[in-house]
């Protein structure tokens, strides 16, 4: 156990002790030693279950908003206590964009913040220890260690090195963010990361000519099945009623039966090329300003769509157009709702 | 037969809807290619409009507004250009032809321009075809 | 729909290298098998049987959509002469084939066969499955979240299948299982009779298989367990990670649920049905408005008992093979596993 991971825990312990915070958010180890997952310590005993190691990839910023959507049960009254929450350099944009937006207040949340060097994707890391005659299914106990330019797994007591672009999600290599941008206690040394983000994998896609262009898209979105994963895993997606969800818009007893009938189908639930294409185009309109690509819809996307190669285009634009980025600033207002006399018009005839 | 294309154009009520009335009493001739649906404010055009319009088979969608700094509620116009910058960025990365979305800013005096604007949009469209890619499918002969 | 009973199931061998010529000469069929594209395993249709991936465990997406398409026209409206309406239904005489399907898959198939050709028959289902051959191989290499052997499969199960395949080295041993399977056989020549030897070989690769999976959950002991678990405060808990994706849902082999929606375009109307997952919060909205599953705890909730109780009581066996998919692709790793056997000693 490091220092960071017991330090998270005792922290925890204590809030969770004097009744500080209603629950705290962390990652506990996974269904196999290859995942870690979401987990939600409601009690002060049961804050060993936290770890904290590079198979932390999930951004639990998301799950702030959770509560806010649920439904009280009958009799239940709300827990107004703050959640605790463990933040990486990156989620914890996320955690600003949330913040920004309103949609969760400071005195609602306690964050513990973590300097990260990186985070291994587990499909990546399954693939290269394959490539080793290592089968997930043999494996009992797997740790990694983080040394500079290369990470060394050690599976059932053998270690292994692999170079960090092998086994990292792509999202790290060009991370401006490592460390969180606000937290209420710092866990760790600070971290030095890229200082500029490197587009190269849309600057390819840009310089297809457009028919190619459309061919890449097409096919990557025919793969998708709508699971809509992308959408729920988005910590910065957190409406209650989705507009690609027409039966979900909001009814109300004034709603008048010709209203119901009525109400515009945006997208309907037929998977086919053109409105797997209006989710995406919809969702990425949603998105604009407000993604700070931690790219957890590609990483949620069963059939690997890269979806990142989309919201980098989002972040480039954003900030070639408008020099705008999205979670930096708890008192910036939104992309879209606000405007400079000189923005882009030379597309307006 | 000859390609006609089908436009849908969003016309904010205060300029281009009246530079549209004024094109239609002074006589000017244009292409009648464009169905005009009349809003609030360009500011009033969700990106989803667009889309939608695409998807239900127009060949390409034209938005208009005030000029800038024209805008009847004052600022409508500039919020669009915003969203409308970025829509058409991410129209073009996933290989649509940029022309199938079209802005211009037409005030309530020019109704030449509108009848320009329009032939010119109708011109560049029907040199593309048929808008296929975002249509629904399974509804061909 | 099932192998018929009068059917005695004969043994086969056909070499590897036969298997590209053996498709080739079903030209009559559609050909869905496990497709590599990238990092993407899936059922596609083949046009080149040098494409086909038999070597992995599995497929992301379970092969259910050859007989249950996520999108399906069940007709066509368009206007005729003088106000009439003409209503086209589709002609479902495609004939296909599910090559290399994994047992469990095929166990999936099978279960919806009992919902979709059970009481009510379900024209486009029972259309399609009759035109539909399954050809399993035999799971050799089973995944760490396969639990196949726990919810009343096996690795070699040959439930709904045609023809079970099991790799024994140079050769695939055959077993013939239908009148349908029969056919194939005997339309090509490439199949040989197997020998004692071959029996022997694949009796051993099945049982190697069986020994791979060394964890039994107690599933059976779901549907008795859930009658009093309705209310109980484990779904508040083991839901809060979920994210009400229908990611599970979809990639699910037994996974039924449907929506029908009309979808208009000009003066043309096209009703489909469409897959749907009680994940989705529209699944059960109503239209006043209310909403009886109105959180993530009810309609993960929903998931379980669906597959562990309402299935059992209605049909009498699980709602699941247990083929891990929802395991292994959960963005968030939500343990089934973990579930059933957390439930099963409650």
Redesign the interface.
Known sequence: MSDIEGNIQAKAKKLLKDGTIKYFIGYENGSDPLHTTPCFIKKAEDVDKIVWNPLCVNNLAGYLTHDKKRELKKGEEEDKKPIGILVKGCDSKSLVQLLSEHRIEKDEVIIFGVPCDGVIDPKKLEKVLKDKNLSVNTIDSLTIQHDGKNYTVKVNGKKYSFPKDKIEMSKCSDCTQPNPIISDETFGEKVKKSDKKDYKTVEEIEALPLAKRWKFWSDQFAKCIRCSACRNVCPVCYCKECVVDSADLVITPQTTSSEKANKMPWLEKNVDPAENMFFHLTRMMHMAGRCINCGECERACPMNIPLSLLTKKLEKEVKEMFDYEAGIDVEAKPLLSIFEEDDPGDFIK | MSFEPNIVAFLCKWCSSAGADLAGVSRLEYKPNVIPIQVKCSGRVNPLYILKALKEGADGVLVSGCHPGDCHYVKGNMYARRRFAILRKLLEYIGIEPERFQVSWISASEGTKFAQVIDEVTESIRALGPQKKLTKVGFDE | MTSSNSFKAENFVIKKEDVAQFLKGLSDYTIYAPVQE???V?FKVIQNPDKIALHITNT??SPKFVVLP??E?ML?VTKGKENSIKIDEPVLDEKNILFGIRPCDARGIAILDKVFSGDYKDPYYVKRRANTIMIGLACT?????CFCTSVGGAPDSTDGLDMLWTDIGDLYFVTVLTKKGMKLVKETVIFSKATSENTRVMNKVHKTAHE?ITEKLNADALPKKLENLFEDKYWD?VS??C?????C???CPTCYCF?I?D?E??D?V?R?R????CQ???YT?H???H?PR???ENRMRNRVYHKYKYHHDNYNELGCVGCGRC?T?C?????L??TIKELAEK
Request: proline share 5%; charged share 30%; with cysteine.
């Open positions: 990238e990092d993407t899936l992301v997406k996520q999108t026209t066509k290499d089973p995944h760490r979240n791979k808990e809060m990670k994210l009400g994706c229908g990611s849902t979809y990639l929506d929606n979808i375009y000009r043309k096209k489909v469409t897959w749907d997952s989705f919060s529209s909205i239209t006043s408005g909403n109105p959180n993530k395991i692709y963005p968030v790793d939500m343990n596993k973990a």
